[in-house]
């Protein structure tokens, strides 16, 4: 099996970002405007999220539009397992956060004593990658929790938190290239802070002015994000195309 997770670069961050802004309008377009409720939206997106992580995890190799589907859905799921805990159960944002961190510390555990890494460029088994995809749901989750407690709970405001969470992604960009901070760690502490920074864009354009947004809605923010993706993904899934009739010609 080929490594199953896409190059780290300026292109993956990009769409990273966009995926967690989309999971954000999403999941309140679907729940609140198509009027699913949020354990009707739970139910259809769990599934199509079943669905998309079969194709990919019995893919052979990396291919962008299943990969990067599949990271959209566990994105909206993510927010939706959020979301539902502290509308429906009641549980205070504190508490999700604190559960989220220790459930991805626990999974970053089992996953370094079966694996001995975390590396992403060598996902290349079927139990790696459902670590991976373990992990990754936990990022989102906790990511949701922590942009919701910053942004709402503690009165920062979207626009603020986004400022706040693109520092400090700028910052552990910094501390890797010039500090040496290990490139595992770097590359895990950004992907889980590039959660609550799209999130906090996505409000940020979606949420009514008097609320601190720029007041696009949910679904123009969802349509400007899923179509800059789809082009995205269209670019990549050309350049590794071409990337592979290059060397086969050679």
Sequence with gaps: MLNKVPEVTIYFWIIKIMATTVGE???????????????????????????????QVRSRKYVPWIYWI???????????????????????????????????????????????????????????????????LFTFALGTAAGDLTAESLGVGYANSAMIFGAAIALVTLAHYFLRLDAILAFWVAYVLTRPLGASLGDL??????????????????????????????????????????????
């Design 25 to 55: 309008t999403a999941a309140d377009f679907l729940s609140v405007k198509l009027k699913l409720g949020l354990s009707g939206t739970s139910y259809v997106m769990g599934a199509l999220l079943l669905i998309a992580l079969l194709i």
């Design 70 to 136: 599949t990271v959209v859905l566990i994105s909206v799921v993510g927010t939706l397992i959020t979301d539902n805990l502290v509308d429906n159960f009641a549980v205070p944002l504190t508490v999700t956060t604190a559960v989220f961190s220790v459930a991805l510390l626990v999974t970053f555990a089992v996953w370094y004593a079966s694996e001995k890494t975390l590396s992403v460029h060598t996902i290349c088994t079927t139990r790696r990658e459902l670590f991976y995809w373990a992990a990754i």
């Design 205 to 250: 354009f979606s949420q009514p002015t008097g609320n601190g947004g720029l007041g696009l809605g949910t679904v123009v923010t969802s349509a400007i994000f899923l179509v800059t993706i789809l082009a995205l993904v269209v670019h990549m899934t050309v350049g590794q195309r071409n990337g592979t009739a290059t060397r086969n010609s050679a």
